[in-house]
């Protein structure tokens, strides 16, 4: 990790530490809660489509998979909820693997609508499939996460441990983009011809990362999973799927930052949006939170036109813009004064 | 095989609504092709032009109690505005494309119309009366429904207007100029910036047709725009992308194949199947059935 990237860490980890002092409210602890898996499953993502150049719009079909095999496994199988994740993750990896090899031979548009066909096929399982999913009505008695018999009952430790594994997959994240493979993928993203040309497995490349991104969302399903003790296909359908790539592409297609900007954003928007309601209600504007698709879209349309690196970037830039506004008006001050 | 027997008229049956299925699923797939030939790019918010016709016929026919052909007109008419606006205000301006950057556009503008669907009209489902009777007809045993013929017969017409435009009006031509070669078609003074424009319109008003006849049989709600754009590209791939009259074969294979599907496996997979035969031909024969691979080699993603 560069000198950038550990100070930002180190925000992380104070942020995480300190945030549960500062939000003693239970029900908005859980919205961060749910952020925390946002921000797993769109660290993942990021690599795929920043990094590697892909475009998934399917990882809601793995965070459906890791959610249902941990909740399968322990809910009518009394499996161990840590194995129950594990196998989660290998199922994730085979499919991900079967998934991946032809899928990624497809290019742009057509590897966007195989994903996207991958995921309202998982959602049509998830529904159909009653006697193993539960169908519409859901799956109950997942138990919640333990170590060795401490059990995390309350949302705070749940807070802590969730966010915790979000900051090793940053970790993690960081440490793939500066090893070999980072170098390669972005030579990927670069140029594929040029890639190619100096030796670089194209193919096996993009398979690895679309698997390690899969592994994050099925991760992420499977904490979503033991948090709720309840799962039911809703969540996983295939807006969510086009929700993580517009969390991505908001906070910033090319850096790992910006997808995290992005998932907390878009994550706590819509109760930024019932917060502003009340204001609204005053001006005699009746917002409802049915508004918040439109919102979103228009969120996402203004960035891709205006800010077509996201906002982690596009921060940088307006910083960058009053700095350099700053130091001009500083600059005639200091011609004044002498 | 006797008209009496059951088999053969669960064949016809599932053969009909097969049809009337795939019929839809080709008009959303010449939507697909006609920007993709113009632009090069794959238009996520398809689905979302069928949603926006079907819902407005509605609220015209049913709500402002207008007749069916005044009716039809008008939403053909908002529908094609909404689609140049789309290409004005979100493809036009541009400056840099990337594939990435397009798809998270339109993906954009679907989300958009798919809120604004929401808020205006609601997330219940809306019935929509028939363009003529509804008394089912019999055919050889089986039944087919007055609107499923208008189905038919507005299918067969599109086809028709599609090949007298592209093949005989001054128009058509100079739009399939530009989808072979843009820049030549540039330097032979044809404005490709109208093009694109003309592209957008004439899909979107396709698809807007689409949602119209489909929307007395199917009850339309705001959220199916995803499911029908998936089918329609499924349809358009199938076809070789960019062969609109491969489209149409595609499609109406596609919806048989479903309704065969759907009456002799399960039902409740049925919208799965469309699916896997859209995975299975990505990953096999992307070009689709009807385009040579050789040709889809030299194309842009």
Request: aromatic share 14%; net charge positive; with cysteine.
């Amino acid at each position: 990790m560069g000198g950038k990237n550990s100070v930002g860490f180190l925000i992380l980890i104070i942020g995480i530490i300190l945030i549960p002092f500062m939000v003693t409210n239970d029900y908005y602890l859980g919205v961060l809660i749910f952020t925390a898996f946002n921000c797993l499953a769109c660290i993942g993502l990021c690599l795929l489509m920043g990094y590697a150049g892909q475009i998934s719009i399917g990882h809601g079909a793995f965070i459906a998979i890791g959610a249902y095999t941990s909740g399968i496994l322990t809910a009518k199988f009394a499996w161990s909820p840590w194995l129950a994740m594990f196998c989660g993750i290998l199922i994730v990896i085979v499919i991900a693997f079967c998934l991946g090899i032809p899928a990624l031979r497809l290019k742009g548009h057509y590897l966007a609508m195989a994903t996207l066909g991958f995921a309202s096929i998982v959602h049509i399982v998830a529904v159909a499939a009653v006697d193993l999913t539960g169908g519409p009505s859901g799956l109950v008695n997942i138990p919640r996460l333990d170590f060795f018999g401490y059990v995390l009952s309350s949302d705070k430790q749940y807070f802590y441990f969730s966010w915790s594994v979000v900051a090793l997959g940053v970790y993690i994240a960081f440490n793939l983009i500066n090893s070999r493979v980072g170098r390669g993928l972005q030579a990927i993203h670069g140029s594929e011809d040029a890639a190619s040309s100096l030796g670089i497995n194209i193919t096996s490349y993009k398979v690895q990362v679309f698997i390690l991104s899969a592994v994050f969302a099925s991760v992420s399903g499977s904490l979503y999973a033991y948090y709720m003790n309840y799962i039911d296909p809703g969540p996983f359908d295939v807006s969510h799927s086009i929700l993580l790539v517009t969390m991505v592409a908001v906070g910033g297609l090319h850096n790992i930052w910006g997808a995290l900007i992005g998932a907390v954003f878009l994550s706590l928007l819509p109760e930024f949006l019932s917060f502003l309601s009340d204001y609204l209600q005053v001006l005699g504007i009746a917002y409802q939170p049915d508004y918040d698709t439109l919102v979103y879209g228009f969120i996402l349309l203004i960035i891709m036109l205006f800010l077509p690196e996201g906002l982690f970037k596009g921060f940088g830039n307006i910083t960058q813009f009053v700095r350099s506004i700053f130091k001009k008006f500083s600059k005639r001050a200091s011609d004044r004064v002498k | 095989m006797s008209y009496s027997d059951g088999t053969f008229v669960d064949v016809l049956q599932f053969l009909i609504m097969g049809i009337q299925r795939g019929s839809i699923y080709a008009m959303v797939a010449m939507g697909f092709n006609m920007i993709y030939n113009s632009t090069g790019i794959i238009n996520f918010a398809q689905g979302e032009f069928v949603v926006l016709g079907g819902l407005m016929m509605v609220s015209l026919t049913m709500a402002f109690n207008l007749s069916i052909v005044f009716a039809f007109i008008l939403t053909v008419l908002f529908v094609i505005v909404a689609g140049i606006l789309m290409e004005r205000l979100t493809i036009n301006p541009v400056k840099e494309p990337t594939v990435l950057r397009l798809i998270i556009i339109t993906i954009a503008v679907s989300i958009i119309i798919k809120g604004a669907a929401m808020c205006f009209w609601g997330k219940g489902s809306h019935y929509m009366r028939h363009f003529s009777s509804t008394e089912p007809l019999d055919f050889y045993g089986a039944t087919i429904l007055p609107q499923t013929l208008w189905i038919f017969a507005i299918l067969l017409f599109l086809v028709v207007v599609y090949v007298i435009f592209f093949n005989y009006t001054m128009t058509g031509k100079c739009m399939r100029a530009c989808a072979i070669n843009r820049d030549a078609a540039r330097l032979a003074g044809i404005n490709d910036r109208k093009m694109v424009m003309l592209s957008f319109a004439l899909s979107a008003g396709i698809g807007a047709i689409a949602g119209i006849i489909i929307t007395p049989i199917i009850q339309m709600d705001y959220a199916r725009g995803a499911m029908l754009g998936l089918k329609g590209f499924g349809a358009a791939v199938l076809g070789g992308l960019g062969n609109s009259m491969g489209a149409v074969v595609a499609g109406v294979l596609l919806g048989i194949l479903e309704a065969f599907g759907a009456g002799y496996i399960s039902s409740h997979y049925m919208d799965a199947i469309a699916l896997v035969i859209l995975l299975f031909v990505l990953f096999i024969r992307p070009s689709g059935i009807f385009g040579s691979s050789e040709a889809m080699r030299l194309k842009e993603f």
